[in-house]
């Protein structure tokens, strides 16, 4: 996948600006200070629109990928870091009514982003907790062993955990009758297993128990409307790359809601982008595809629209109705059927542990850029206010 | 593959040796079986043999059936036993020696198994019931911990008189949540130890116990199921550490704690601080040390189950920090949040200490982060000081010239501030390489005070400009200038300002009060003088001069006493100092004016009619100046 290095991106952008800046150094005309700062807003619409379009143009399926969703908080940090540019260079104005307001409101939409993040690693780290029963799993049914009884017990064990820690909260004491169920056909010495069923507990969430992903994203969106033609004026265009990075910021939270495990998820946010934005195509289709990813019959209760937590899902789900169901001796046929699941689940498996470090890293990107902008943007508010 | 047909050989006779032990009757076989063994060490005969000499072979799969027929015998009576096998050391013993001797044969028969049928049958039974006996392991690891726990809890709590009540669990003041005897608590956690101070490690689970674990993990590892045991391990483990955070009061709060009122979050962050305390200085470290003696060997493993162990509490106690660090930059919020960002200073070599190994590498860099993040909170707030007092509007005058609230609130706050000069001057230290402090000599924070200081004098001045009377305006400077020198000169602040600036503020008061003077008493002075200024005396008008002189003299130090006694000065040795600088000004000059107008011929006997004054009631009117005798004196403490 090859990441947008943001930092370099935003230093050429930085260059690009003073490029501008000396311009009008050369032809010291108001109107060329004027043009230099719409094409800066213009630059910046242009961006986003091919971040945007580059993140649609993917194939449904890679959409909503471990790499997808990378590539996805790259763009979202080039914005953001293009977005601070806009800012730091239109200090004199921002940080002033009536532009203020709308800076503020961001911040205050951007903090509730921050705790998304913080939920989102939470999701990452249940990721995690699911690849290492998965590697039990892959250890049980290894390509070198002889597959007999006993690795398909301790296969199904595992495939039982991982089952039960992938449904939801509310549907987990059902799935725990079922697990009973599962170990009661077993023999005696697996019988003793259901008592310990109180100790089975998946991750908790570092978040409180009424904190809810849906309404934390539902905030977010509050109110989030495309400005109004005299605030644009007013506000010399500054106001257009605001409600941009707003709805950037939605749409961001939203995609890694639907994707990560997280408290009560929910996608039930409404986009009502003005299509005359050249980012809101690309952005809404995606939207489109990502709500009609999780209609689908298989998808609807997954705990992620991640596509590899659906693969897995697929891969586990298969390998338990083999296990199920398997007689001994295997036949050669059932075995070689049995090893091209286990294959498949080791290739997912590599997948998600060569991604989940570095998406894990992002996401803390992410969370601090936040916080840096807003501070960034505090300091200025104070700072300017002194010149009242 | 064929490079191991010699180990492999070696393994089998190993193995059989050992058999050997158990039963005698195979002696023959088995030296049988060595020497043929013995003529195949050469490598191309070796398939071949292998393959040809199936009689041989059918003699060794006897052998491994047997042994593991009398293995899975004993194995499997413990698999399927209805009690804990580790309640008799006996049992538990013989089971860890039958699985030992269970994962050698596989070990020593598996090479085999590719070429030979039936051994690849024994070997797929071995396994079978291998996996039977390590799920019972799995469940007697479980038992142990749960149980090594619950044997704390029933041991009472140390009840010497040294630490009294001190309990490391009690949250606030409800002992019996701390306590757990009487059965109420189903999730069996171990009751606190008292505790005095936080250099101590706490045995997790009993010794004996943590013995027991290590034999078993041993064995879980060595069978291949170490991730198995670690995730048991895990989970185990991490449930009892986030209730023991839960009984430490922290809660699970997100960054969304900025809705809180300062009040309950002020609750929250003593919690913290304690919790954080108790988690990094005994908690992690005693999981620590579990972990490292339960898969001792297995550094691995260890390192890892205690990452898994230890990751959600220490993400709790860091996004709480995160979050006060993000919260609103009120100055009120200063004072806890410097209890924040020392708690955590002092916590980041128990950071760099438990964290040491490369899993925990990402907790131990969000550590530092979150640390610096309080730094620039704290910055922060100090910027937010300075735009309250830059913004803070002139309202009404303070009567009598008084002290302003907010020369009383930012001096105090300052100094209460500057109690935690050290962390402060870190904090600014931080910041330095980006706004590089134009005096070289004087630390960040001396820069950054003397800035607040001149917020506030600039903030004065202005609020001074709404008094209608510049004498007054000149006394409220005064008043506020002499407050702000005392604070400064008693406490730390005047160190870090420096004596120049105490110096530099004194002479200010100094210029003020020559301002005052110059201001209410030129005139009058004025009027005292010696008129010498006409070269050639007008009698008569020089008498009716001397009349208006001293009728104007009376009627404006009437009115000015009325005015100026009202008018205060709080410190007493300002006010002294006032007095004695007003009458030896006034004084002199007054006196002589009286001898002069008593003298002055055109006055003559009528003069005593014009003097309403003698010196002495001049001096002790002044002495009665800036007492703000009317009404309720707005006395400061």
């Known amino acids: 996948m090859p990441a947008t290095d943001y930092q370099g991106l935003s230093a050429s952008i930085s260059r690009s600006i003073l490029s501008l800046r000396r311009d009008q150094i050369h032809s010291m005309e108001p109107t060329h200070e004027a043009s230099g700062h719409d094409l800066e807003l213009e630059a910046f619409q242009r961006q986003v629109a091919d971040r945007f379009l580059d993140l649609s143009s993917v194939g449904s399926d890679d959409l909503l990928s471990l790499s997808w969703i990378r590539k996805l908080l790259d763009s979202f940090l080039c914005c953001q870091e293009e977005f601070r540019v806009i800012l730091f260079n239109n200090r004199s104005q921002v940080y002033k009514a009536p532009l203020d307001r709308l800076i503020n409101d961001f911040f205050e939409r951007s903090v509730k982003a921050l705790d998304l993040c913080n939920a989102i690693r939470d999701g990452i780290e249940q990721i995690r907790e699911w690849k290492k029963l998965i590697e039990i799993v892959l250890c049980a049914l290894d390509n070198r062993r002889i597959l007999g009884e006993g690795q398909f017990r301790r296969a199904k064990k595992a495939l039982i ?74 506000t010399n265009g500054i106001a257009v790359a605001v409600y941009t990075m707003n709805s950037i910021l939605l749409f961001v939270m939203w995609a890694l809601v639907a994707a990560i495990p997280c408290q009560d998820r929910g996608l039930q946010v409404h986009f009502s ?73 080791g290739k997912v498996c590599e997948v998600i542990k060569e991604a989940l470090d570095p998406l894990e890293r992002q996401v803390r990107d992410v969370f601090h850029r936040i916080v840096h902008s807003r501070t960034e943007g505090l300091d200025s508010l104070g700072r300017v206010n002194h010149n009242d | 593959m064929e490079d191991n047909g010699e180990e492999k050989l070696i393994a089998v006779a190993r193995h059989i040796a050992k058999t050997l032990g158990h039963n005698e009757s195979m002696a023959d076989d088995i030296l049988q079986i060595f020497s043929n063994f013995d003529g195949r060490f050469s ?29 899975e015998r004993q194995i499997s009576q413990y698999v399927v036993a209805d009690h804990p096998i580790w309640a008799d050391s006996a049992d538990s013993s013989a089971f860890l020696d039958s699985i030992d001797e269970l994962i050698a044969t596989i070990r020593d028969w598996k090479p085999m198994a590719t070429a030979d049928k039936s051994i690849s049958a024994c070997i797929v039974r071995a396994e079978d019931f291998m996996q039977q006996a390590m799920f019972r392991l799995e469940d007697e690891f479980r038992l142990l911990m749960e149980r090594g726990c619950e044997s704390f809890e029933l041991a009472p709590p140390y009840a010497n008189g040294e630490s009294t009540g001190n309990l490391l669990f009690d949250s606030d003041d409800d002992e019996e949540e701390a306590i757990v005897t009487n059965g109420e608590d189903h999730n069996q956690i ?51 550490l986030e209730e023991s955070m839960s009984r430490l009061g922290m809660q699970k709060l997100s960054i969304e704690v900025q809705k809180m009122s300062w009040h309950d979050l002020e609750d929250e962050i003593d919690k913290w601080i304690k919790a954080a305390n108790v988690a990094l200085r005994i908690l992690f470290p005693s999981e620590r040390r579990l972990c490292d003696r339960v898969f001792f060997g297995f550094s691995s493993a260890a390192d890892l189950s205690f990452m898994e162990v230890c990751r959600g509490s220490t993400i709790q106690i860091l996004n709480f920090a995160d979050a006060v660090a993000i919260g609103s930059r009120s100055p009120e919020r200063l004072f806890k949040i410097l209890d924040l960002f020392e708690t955590l200073r002092e916590l980041m070599p ?109 903030n004065l001045e202005m609020k001074s400009k709404i008094y209608g009377d510049s004498a007054l305006c000149t006394v409220f400077m005064m008043n506020n200038g002499r407050y702000i020198i005392q604070k400064v000169k008693d406490s730390e602040l005047g160190s870090l300002l420096g004596d120049d600036w105490i110096r530099k503020h004194t002479a200010k008061i100094k210029q003020l009060q020559m301002s005052y003077q110059r201001i209410t008493w030129n005139k009058a002075l004025g009027a005292l003088k010696a008129d010498n200024s006409s070269a050639v005396p007008n009698v008569a008008g020089k008498f009716l001069h001397m009349k208006d002189k001293i009728k104007f003299f009376n009627s404006y130090f009437e009115e000015t006493y009325k005015i100026q006694s009202q008018w205060i000065i709080f ?34 006997k009528h003069a005593d009619k014009h003097i309403k004054y003698t010196v002495e009631d001049i001096e002790a009117r002044i002495n009665d100046l800036f007492q703000g005798v009317s009404g309720s004196a707005g006395s400061r403490n």
């Not at chain 1, 209609?295 to 083999?322: F, H, P, S, V, W």
């Not at chain 1, 296990?323 to 049995?338: H, N």
């Not at chain 2, 009689?55 to 042994?67: I, K, P, V």
Request: charge should be neutral.
């Open chain 2, 571 to 604: 410190d007493e040795q300002l006010r002294k100092e006032m007095r004695i600088s007003l009458a030896n000004l006034l004084l002199p000059a007054y006196g002589n004016f009286i001898k002069r107008f008593q003298n002055s011929p055109e006055v003559g």
């Open chain 1, 273 to 345: 982008i003005p299509r005359q934005f050249s980012w809101a195509v690309p952005i809404l289709s995606l939207h489109e595809r990502v709500l009609e990813e999780s209609r689908k019959r298989d998808r609807r209760n997954a705990c992620g629209l991640l596509r590899e937590i659906y693969q897995m899902d697929k891969c586990t789900k298969a390998l338990a109705e083999m296990a199920d169901s398997v007689q001994f001796p295997l036949t050669e046929e059932k075995e070689a059927e049995v090893r091209l699941r286990v294959q498949e689940l």
């Open chain 2, 190 to 240: 171990p009751v606190a130890q008292p505790l005095t101070d936080y250099d101590i490690v706490i045995d997790a689970l009993p010794s004996g116990t943590i013995n027991d674990l290590h034999e078993i993990a041993k064995r879980m590892v060595a069978a291949g199921f170490g991730k198995d045991c670690s995730h048991v391990y895990s989970s185990c483990r991490r449930g009892f």
């Open chain 2, 350 to 458: 128990d950071f760099e200490y438990n964290f040491s190994d490369q899993y925990c590498l990402v907790l131990r860099n969000d550590a530092v982060t979150i640390w610096k993040r309080l730094g620039e909170a704290i910055r922060g707030i100090f910027m937010e000081l300075e735009n309250l007092i830059r913004r803070d509007p002139a309202k009404a005058p303070v009567p009598r010239g008084g002290l302003h609230p907010i020369t009383r609130y930012v001096m105090n706050y300052l100094r209460a501030a500057c109690r935690s000069r050290e962390t402060l001057e870190q904090v600014f230290e931080e910041n330095v390489n980006v706004v590089p402090s134009k005096d070289s000599s004087s630390s960040s924070l001396s820069v950054q005070i003397a800035w607040v200081m001149e917020l506030l004098e600039s």
């Open chain 1, 161 to 234: 955990d991982l089952a039960l820690s992938m449904l939801d909260e509310r549907e987990s004491t059902a799935a725990l009758a079922h697990r009973n169920r599962s170990f009661g056909r077993q023999n005696a010495a697996s019988s003793r297993d259901h008592r310990n069923f109180g100790h089975f507990r998946s991750l908790s969430w570092s978040v409180s128990r009424s904190w809810s992903a849906a309404r934390q994203l539902q905030a977010i969106g509050n109110n989030l409307a495309a400005p109004k033609a005299n605030e644009i004026v007013a």
């Open chain 2, 43 to 71: 490598r191309e005969k070796l398939s071949e043999k292998m393959a040809g000499a199936a009689g041989d072979d059918l003699r060794a799969c006897a052998s491994l059936e047997q042994t593991l027929g009398s293995l």
